[in-house]
């Protein structure tokens, strides 16, 4: 059964970078099948997604955002990274990975974690 | 960019009784790409329905989606205890941003 666990810092502090990483278990990141994918939520709010990325390292970023992320995968490790630069209090949320499918649905999802940016 | 706009933004309904949400799209957009997730307190959301009216696994027949074009609907046909959630749609139309809707919150009445 795939399952999909995010880690990183909970605290970060505003005008630095932000990193979570996503450990996929069950499955393989190196599949040809899917892509992988961070979304986020604000506290109380909606679903945002960030952006995705493919085994090869292939990208598509939301471009509201776009300037400030970066997503990487090392299959290695079975993992795939965000990086989100110059955070503000408006980038506190709930963080969430999940692995994006040919028909572009998110399934399954990480559990989330909750990152606050504040000094 | 496409706008997905839900309604209503709160539905309050018993227990038994049917439920119809709406995901209308500020264009129109491919179904293959439309889907829809559930979402309790403190969860994530799960996938529910892909392709605008396939069931993903594990989801019960209760749960049905259906539309073209910019109005997309997902019903539960009777709601049960744990059905009280919010729900959200989403589609990817192959060139970023992929978008979801603001989400319709079933809470009980």
């Known amino acids: 059964q795939l399952q999909l666990q995010e880690s990183g810092p909970g605290l970060v502090k505003p005008s630095e970078t932000l990193s979570l990483t996503c450990t996929v278990s069950?499955?393989?990141?190196?599949?040809?099948?899917?892509?992988w994918g961070w979304i986020r939520q604000p506290p109380g709010k909606g679903l945002e997604w960030i952006g995705s990325?493919?085994?090869?390292?292939?990208?598509y970023y939301n471009p509201s955002l776009k300037s400030r992320v970066t997503i990487s995968v090392d299959t290695s490790k079975n993992q795939f990274s965000l990086k989100l630069s110059s955070v503000t209090a408006a980038d506190t949320a709930v963080y969430y990975c999940?692995?994006?499918?040919?028909?572009?649905?998110?399934?399954?999802w990480g559990q989330g974690t909750l990152v606050t940016v504040s000094s | 960019e496409i706008v997905l706009t839900q309604s209503p933004g709160t539905l309050s309904l018993s227990p038994g009784e049917r439920a119809t949400l709406s995901c209308r799209a500020s264009?129109?957009?491919?179904?293959?790409?439309l889907a829809w997730y559930q979402q309790k307190p403190g969860q994530a959301p799960r996938l529910l329905i892909y392709?605008?009216?396939s069931r993903a696994t594990g989801i019960p027949d209760r749960f049905s989606g259906s539309g073209s074009g910019t109005d997309f609907t997902l019903t539960i046909s009777r709601l049960e205890p744990e059905d009280f959630a919010i729900y959200y749609c989403?589609?990817?139309?192959?060139?970023?941003?992929?978008?979801f809707g603001g989400g319709t919150k079933v809470e009980i009445k």
């Open positions: 999940a692995r994006w499918g040919v028909l572009f649905w998110f399934d399954p």
């Open positions: 069950g499955g393989s990141v190196s599949s040809s099948s899917y892509y």
């Open positions: 990325i493919y085994y090869s390292g292939s990208t």
């Open positions: 264009q129109s957009v491919t179904s293959s790409y």
């Open positions: 392709g605008a009216s």
């Open positions: 989403q589609h990817y139309g192959g060139s970023p941003p992929l978008t």
